[in-house]
C-alpha cells in the first residue's frame, strides 16, 4: 500500500508552522496521542472496560437468539463506550454517530459468532467498533489529521462517579504504557486507533518501516508481559 | 510464512491485531483463523490487552436517533415503509372524491337522459321510415327511407292515445333528423300501447289541430 502523507496538507496547522517536514510532524502526532497528556486526568473515573461482563455475555447470548429486548439493553449499556471509541478514532461525531450505528447492525447480526471462551464481550465489540472506523478512515484518509484534531475528543471530561477498580486499572496501564518509550506509545496508539500502517507511519515520522514495524512489536510484546504480569 | 511454532504464531497474531499485516497476508491470516482455534485465542489474548488502550476512555452519550436508525436497520419490514407524505395522501383522496362526483353526476344524467320508449315507423307498403326514441322531455328523430318533401310541405308527428283523439307533438325537422323538445303534457302522453303517426301538412303544420293531410308513417310506442 503506497504510504500516503496525512495532514500534511492540514487547514489548521496544530504547531503554527505551515511548512510541515517529517519532525514538526512526529510533534503533532504526539499531540494527538500523548498518554501523558490523557491519562492522569482520567484516574479515579469509570473507565469504559470496567462493565458487568456476565451480563452483557448473557445479553449477547440473548442476541443471537433474536431478543430485541435484549439488544436494546445491551444498547444502552455499551453505547456511549463504543461511542467514546468511535470519537477517538474518527475524531468527528458525526463519523462517530455512523461508526456506532454500523456498530450495533453488526453485533445484532453477528452475535452468534461472539466466543466466550476468547474474549471479553467487551472487547469483542471494541473491536468491531474499531474495525469499522478504521474503514472508515482509510476511506476518509484525504481527510487532513489536524481537521480530526480540531475536533477530536481532547476535552473528555472525568464523569461523576468514580470508581475503584478503574482507577486501579488505569494505574496499571499507565504503569504499563510508562515502560514504552515515545515512539512505542505513539505507533502503537495511532496504528491501534486510526488505524495507520507501519508504511504510513514510518512516512509521518519520517523513520525507516522497518524501526518502526519493531518499535510497534517490541512495543505491544513490553505492553503485554507488564499486563501479564 | 511459517505458523508453527509458538513464537512466531504470538507474533503473527499481534501484527494481525494492531494492523501490520499488509492486506494479502492479512486475508491469508483470516483463513488460517477459521480453521484454527489457538490461533484464534492467541489473537484474543492480543485484542484484550490492546483494548485496554481504549479503557481510559470516558463514556459518551449518543444521540437518540442514532438508536433510531439501528432499529430500522434490523427491522427494515417494519419501518422501511416510506412516511406518509400529507400532501399526496390529501390529493390521492380528493382524487377519489372527484371521480366519485363524476361518476355519480353521470350516471344521474345518464338515468335521467335514458330513453324510456322507441318506436320505429313503417309506411303504408310496411317500409320503415323513421325511428323515434322518446327522452324524457324530448324526441330524437332518425330518418330512415323518408319520402322527399314538396318545398311546401311540412311532415306532423302525432300521438294516439288509446282512445283518444290525436295530439300533435310537433313539426319532424327538415329532413328527418333532429330533436322535438316535448312539453310536461306531450310527456304525459307517451307511455305504452300510444301510437305514433306522421301526416303530411301544409308547411308550419295543420291548421286545424288535427291531422289534415294523409298519415305517411305510424307505429307503436314501445317500452324498452
Not at chain 1, 515520522?205 to 499486563?227: F, N, Q, W
Not at chain 2, 479503557?55 to 419501518?79: F, G, M, N, T, Y
Amino acid at each position: 500500500m503506497p504510504a500516503r502523507p496525512v495532514g500534511t496538507h492540514g487547514k489548521r496547522p496544530v504547531n503554527g508552522n505551515p511548512a510541515m517536514n517529517g519532525i514538526t510532524l512526529y510533534a503533532q502526532l504526539i499531540s494527538t496521542d500523548n498518554w501523558h497528556g490523557a491519562i492522569p486526568s482520567h484516574v479515579g473515573r469509570t473507565g469504559i472496560l470496567t462493565a458487568n461482563t456476565e451480563n452483557l455475555r448473557q445479553l449477547l447470548a440473548q442476541c443471537s437468539l433474536g431478543n430485541r429486548r435484549a439488544f436494546e439493553t445491551l444498547y444502552r449499556s455499551v453505547a456511549p463506550s463504543l461511542h467514546s471509541v468511535a470519537l477517538r478514532c474518527m475524531g468527528r461525531r458525526d463519523l462517530a454517530e455512523e461508526v456506532v450505528q454500523e456498530s450495533f447492525v453488526r453485533i445484532w447480526h453477528n452475535a452468534s459468532r461472539y466466543e466466550a471462551h476468547l474474549s471479553a464481550p467487551l472487547t469483542w465489540m471494541i473491536n468491531i467498533t474499531r474495525n469499522l472506523a478504521i474503514d472508515q478512515l482509510r476511506k476518509h484518509r484525504e481527510l487532513p489529521l489536524s481537521d480530526l484534531q480540531q475536533n477530536a475528543v481532547a476535552d473528555d471530561t472525568p464523569g461523576a462517579d468514580e470508581q475503584l477498580d478503574s482507577a486501579r486499572s488505569s494505574r496499571a496501564l499507565n504503569h504499563c504504557l510508562e515502560q514504552l518509550d515515545g515512539m512505542q506509545r505513539q505507533t502503537i496508539t495511532i496504528a491501534y486507533f486510526h488505524g495507520f500502517s507501519a508504511s504510513e507511519l514510518a512516512t509521518q515520522l519520517a523513520a525507516p518501516l522497518g524501526t518502526v514495524k519493531s518499535s510497534i512489536r517490541r512495543g505491544m510484546e513490553r505492553l503485554r508481559r507488564c499486563l501479564e504480569s | 510464512m511459517n505458523y508453527q511454532t509458538a513464537e512466531r504464531r504470538r507474533a503473527l497474531a499481534g501484527d494481525y491485531a494492531i494492523g501490520l499485516m499488509p492486506p494479502t497476508a492479512r486475508k491469508r491470516f483470516e483463513q488460517l483463523l477459521l480453521d484454527d482455534p489457538h490461533l484464534r485465542a492467541e489473537l484474543a489474548q492480543w485484542d484484550t490487552h490492546l483494548a485496554s488502550l481504549a479503557d481510559p476512555l470516558s463514556a459518551q452519550p449518543v444521540p437518540e436517533h442514532v438508536w433510531q436508525a439501528i432499529v430500522s436497520r434490523i427491522e427494515p419490514q417494519k419501518l422501511h415503509v416510506p412516511a406518509r407524505r400529507p400532501f399526496w395522501t390529501w390529493l390521492r383522496t380528493g382524487a377519489v372524491i372527484c371521480s366519485l362526483l363524476i361518476a355519480v353526476t353521470v350516471g344521474l344524467l345518464y338515468t335521467r337522459d335514458n330513453v324510456q320508449y322507441k318506436a320505429t315507423l313503417l309506411s303504408g307498403t310496411e317500409q320503415p321510415g323513421l325511428r323515434i326514441e322518446a327522452h324524457t322531455d324530448y324526441l330524437q328523430v332518425q330518418p330512415l327511407q323518408l319520402a322527399a318533401l314538396d318545398a311546401g310541405r311540412s311532415l306532423e308527428l302525432w300521438a294516439i292515445p288509446v282512445d283518444g283523439k290525436p295530439v300533435s307533438l310537433g313539426l319532424i325537422p327538415t329532413g328527418g333528423d333532429g330533436m322535438i323538445g316535448l312539453s310536461k303534457s306531450q310527456q304525459q302522453l307517451l307511455g305504452p300501447h300510444v301510437v305514433l303517426a306522421v301526416s303530411l301538412e301544409p308547411k308550419g303544420g295543420s291548421t286545424t289541430g288535427q291531422p289534415s293531410g294523409p298519415v305517411l308513417y305510424q307505429g307503436p310506442l314501445a317500452a324498452l
